[in-house]
Every structure is written in structure tokens, then in C-alpha cells.
């Protein structure tokens, strides 16, 4: 019992001390073998970098499968981004992230290598310095783009109950704008030139307007030339009120001339409403009462 006592409390803490003193003695001379050879050093960080990238990043993939990124964003703009490149979205996060470790790897190797004329101290305090700021847009961007979209659809679900013609428009109306607006803030976050954000905005908004002038112009084509078919006629044209005409297969007497429309009352007696725009295009058969026929 005295001897079992004695390995207990002398001869295994002993052991226990060697073994790790054994292991202090090799891991100073891994380290001196790191400081002393910078070759090794740097073989050492590309491969310990390559197996965070690869391994961690397959990882990171799964984690963000698992949690359903895929579906949260299927119906938003990061969605359609990943897309484009071929592929889902949790597949680009995880490229993101094998990437920045890839560049954070190739420049702690040419750090280590002391390379004349590469910074790489420098470069490190940057990006220390700048990766809350990225971490930070990151988050911005992507629980922005989540609201926008959750804007969007209520917006979209508001002009359906209200019967708007077209729901879907005035959702994307208000979406794109959100979005440029998302992207000027976390532009601002990711501390880009302030000169450059304005200059951003300015050609965004101009290109908006510039759509928005367009389909405006497009859309008012029709109505200005309809309003100016109406004028003429109303202060003396080729038709007026009590003629008998024929137009795109309607026959009937013209009841109104409008700035707009010009009404027709068919044999039958129904009331058929005509577009200026259409009577100042088309060939107009005018049918007097007497039954005279000119063109």
C-alpha cells in the first residue's frame, strides 16, 4: 500500500513533469527552428492557410446549407448574383471566405520570406484595421437586402388588395432605388472616397431618371398625339359631331369629339369609345346622312 501510495504521489507526477518538459524542449525547438529558417516558416503558414481555406471552407458551405441560406435569399439580388456565376449561394459565401484566406496566407508568406520591396507588416495592420469594416458591410448588405425584399412584398401584397393593374411594378419601383441606396451605404462603410460614393449616386440616380423619362416619354406618346388629333378636330377637322364614319370596322355616328377619345354610337346602339391616337393613324371612311362617302 506504501509503495502503491509513493507511485501515486511521487513517481507518476514526476513522469507527468518530464513529459512535459520533454515537450517545452520540442516545442522551443520547433520554434526556434520557425525563427531560424524562414523557408520553413513560410511552408509552414501556405500550409496551414491551404487547410484552413479548404477544410474550413467546405465546412463553412455546409453550416450555410444547413441553415437554409439558399432559400432565405432564393428571391433577392445576392440570389441572382450567385446565379450569374453559376452557382447557389452558399456555394459563393464559402469561395468568398477560401479566397480572403487565400490572400491573407500568400501575404503573411511573403512577409515571413522578407521579399525586398513587399510591406507586409503594412499590409497586415491594414487589413486588421479594415476587416471590421468589412465584416460590418457584410452584415449591412445582407440583412439590408432582406428588408428591401420584405418591403418589396409587402408593397407588392398592398397594390393587389388596392387591385393595381400591375402589383409587380410598383414593387420593383420601390425595390431598385432601396437597393442603390443599400449599396451607397455600404459603399460609405467600406470607407470608399467620398468624391467616388457622389459620383456613384449622381450617375445611378441619373440613370434612374433617365428610364423613368423614357418610359414616361413612351408611355405619353400616345396621349399627346391623341390630345393634339383632339384639338384639331374639336376647332374645325374632318370630322364632328352627328357624322357617320367607319374606322377599324366600327360604323356608327360620332356622338362626342374629345381632347382624348371621341365617342361613337353604332347602329345597334351601342357606344364604342375610340383613342384619338387611333383616328389620327388610321384611314378614316366618314359617311355622311345623306350618304355621300369621303375620305
Known sequence: MVLLN???WVVFPLQMAGAAKGFETAMDAFHDAMVGVPLLRAFFILGLGLFVAVVVGRYLQ???EK???DKLFAETILADIAAES???LSTLLSDVFRWFVYLLTFILVLTTLGIPGVEGETLLISLREYLPNVVLAVLILILGVVLID???AAVR???RVADVKNPQIVATAVKYPLYALLIIVVLGQLRVNETLLLIIAGSGFFAVALAVGLGIGLGLRDVGQSMLFGIYEIFGGAIEKGDVIEVRGYRGRIVTVGL???SIETEDGNRIVLPNSVLATEEI????NRGETRK
Do not use: D, E, H
Open 6 to 8: 509513493l507511485q501515486t
Open 260 to 262: 382624348l377619345n371621341t
Open 150 to 152: 420584405f418591403i418589396a
Open 62 to 64: 455546409k453550416l450555410l
Open 86 to 88: 453559376g452557382k447557389r
Open 157 to 159: 401584397g398592398t397594390a
Open 285 to 288: 371612311k366618314i359617311l355622311k
Open 67 to 69: 441553415i437554409g441560406v
